[in-house]
């Protein structure tokens, strides 16, 4: 007697409308402390005195622009993700694999934005300083990276939470061989 196949599709949709939700969230929040905490140490005492309303006004901002631009890319780990939990073997690490994931997806948004920033300031025609230029390139890239790797950690840890795996779906279930020997 074989089981039926699991279903594939619902915990698909489940994974990425989970990782959509909580993962621009996550993001949001984490990447104003993440970013401050990357400054460089000449900066790092300006940030004190106002650090406590800046931080508030920076959270707020965050979560609406990390909605606005990060839903894209949650979506797209969820569903990475829940390809990678259907086709990896069972002792495979899943909230690990998000965590890569997902910060390969918000590395993949910091090149869009990048490449979005050069074609504005090619087209406005600012110029900054290359050490500050270099410096927060730097300094967002990994605050990006990170967040979305933070994300896509917390996100599989959420779903595995909540049971909700596509693991076993894409393998077909074998029919039951009848005992050799007739015991």
């Given at each position: 007697?074989?089981?039926?196949?699991?279903?594939?599709?619902?915990?698909?949709?489940?994974?990425?409308?989970?990782?959509?939700?909580?993962?621009?969230?996550?993001?949001?929040?984490?990447?104003?402390?993440?970013?401050?905490?990357?400054?460089?140490?000449?900066?790092?005492?300006?940030?004190?005195?106002?650090?406590?309303?800046?931080?508030?006004i920076g959270h707020?901002?965050?979560?609406?622009?990390?909605?606005?631009?990060?839903?894209?890319?949650?979506?797209?780990?969820?569903?990475?993700?829940?390809?990678?939990?259907?086709?990896?073997?069972?002792?495979?690490?899943?909230?690990?694999?998000?965590?890569?994931?997902?910060?390969?997806?918000?590395y993949g948004l910091?090149l869009w934005l990048?490449?979005?920033?050069?074609?504005?300031?090619?087209?406005?025609?600012?110029?900054?300083?290359?050490?500050?230029?270099?410096?927060?390139?730097?300094?967002?890239?990994?605050?990006?990276?990170?967040?979305?790797?933070?994300?896509?950690?917390?996100?599989?840890?959420?779903?595995?939470?909540?049971?909700?795996?596509?693991?076993?779906?894409?393998?077909?279930?074998?029919?039951?061989?009848?005992?050799?020997?007739?015991?």
């Amino acid at each position: 007697m074989s089981q039926p196949p699991r279903p594939f599709f619902l915990p698909l949709i489940g994974l990425v409308l989970l990782f959509a939700a909580l993962g621009p969230a996550i993001g949001g929040a984490l990447f104003v402390p993440i970013a401050v905490a990357l400054e460089t140490p000449t900066a790092a005492h300006a940030v004190g005195p106002i650090g406590g309303i800046a931080a508030l006004i920076g959270h707020a901002f965050a979560f609406v622009v990390a909605y606005v631009v990060g839903l894209g890319p949650a979506a797209a780990t969820g569903f990475v993700y829940a390809l990678w939990d259907a086709a990896a073997p069972a002792g495979a690490p899943r909230s690990l694999a998000a965590a890569v994931i997902g910060g390969a997806m918000a590395y993949g948004l910091y090149l869009w934005l990048a490449s979005l920033g050069a074609s504005f300031e090619a087209t406005i025609g600012v110029e900054m300083k290359p050490p500050v230029g270099e410096w927060l390139d730097a300094t967002l890239r990994h605050a990006f990276v990170a967040c979305g790797a933070v994300s896509g950690l917390v996100c599989a840890m959420a779903a595995s939470l909540l049971g909700l795996t596509t693991r076993g779906a894409l393998v077909p279930a074998r029919p039951a061989v009848p005992p050799a020997g007739g015991a």
